[in-house]
């Protein structure tokens, strides 16, 4: 008779200063006004960032997909949160998240035999100018956050 066991994995306890960024933010959670806990807008947070590493290769590209929007939706209300608070517009076409994600960068420490009298390193692109960036579609919760914050999506 085998004995299934459950097995845990555990998050060692966080400690900052308080006056500290990251120790204000952990007061915030701690003191929230929702009573939550906060083990669970922690725990919550780091899964948005770090979901789709975790699951890549270990399950189904629909199962993927399904996680990767999930934590999408998730960041992309944080992210109208904090332009909210801060009181920044978000730019109708804002390509430089994509720029940055697929541009290579190689300076002169990547290559040993280059020419120190050369110009000062280059940014190379790999998106050419016929490329097209990808139109997606949101949700109708991302949509509704969207009016929510007075965003035109």
């Not at 066991?5 to 555990?10: A, G, M, R, T």
């Not at 906060?38 to 960032?49: G, Y």
């Not at 035999?113 to 579609?137: G, Y």
Request: charged content about 25%.
């Amino acid at each position: 008779m085998s004995q299934q066991q459950n097995s845990y994995v555990e998050l060692p306890r966080i400690k900052r200063k308080s006056n500290s960024w990251e120790g204000k933010v952990i007061d915030y959670l701690l003191n929230h006004p929702s009573n939550r806990s906060a083990t669970e807008f922690s725990i919550e947070a780091i899964t948005a960032f770090w979901l789709a590493e975790a699951l890549e290769g270990q399950v189904n590209q629909p199962e993927l997909q399904k996680a990767c929007w999930s934590a999408i939706e998730k960041l992309e209300a944080k992210l109208a949160t904090i332009r909210r608070i801060a009181g920044i517009e978000k730019l109708h076409k804002d390509y430089s998240m994509v720029l940055a994600s697929t541009t290579n960068v190689t300076t002169k420490s990547d290559n040993p035999t280059a020419n120190p009298d050369e110009q000062p390193d280059q940014v190379d692109s790999d998106i050419d100018d016929d490329d097209e960036i990808m139109d997606l579609k949101l949700s109708g919760e991302m949509i509704q956050a969207n009016k929510f914050f007075g965003m035109n999506p």
